[in-house]
């Protein structure tokens, strides 16, 4: 943790335990829009903390499997294939994303052809 972060979440903190008085706050308004901020915080700090990025289902070795000639078109097929599995939310799987090579080879091609 930077001194930055570090410094903000400890002021952040302080905030809100001026309201943690045993006595009841004078602003109950204030108090719970404090309360709520920081708690909505730690909430989302443990959401975070539990998610596990998906993993891409396509590796370099099952292109060479397939017949793919050469590192840098796999390279090449392999961020096509990361954009397009972006675009659907991680939602295409391994064997949809291999039918999709041949059409990504295609633009590989033409571009190179153009340049």
Known sequence: MNHASYGENFHKRL???????????????T???ELIKYEAKVLRFKECSKWEPPKFPVKGGLLKENGFPGRKIILDIMVKLKDKRIDT??????????RMTPDILGEISRRRSNN
């Open 15 to 29: 905030k809100v335990s001026a309201f943690e008085d045993k006595k009841p706050p004078k602003d109950v308004k």
């Open 89 to 98: 939310d991680s939602n295409i799987i391994a064997y949809d994303l291999l």
């Open 31 to 33: 108090y719970i829009e």
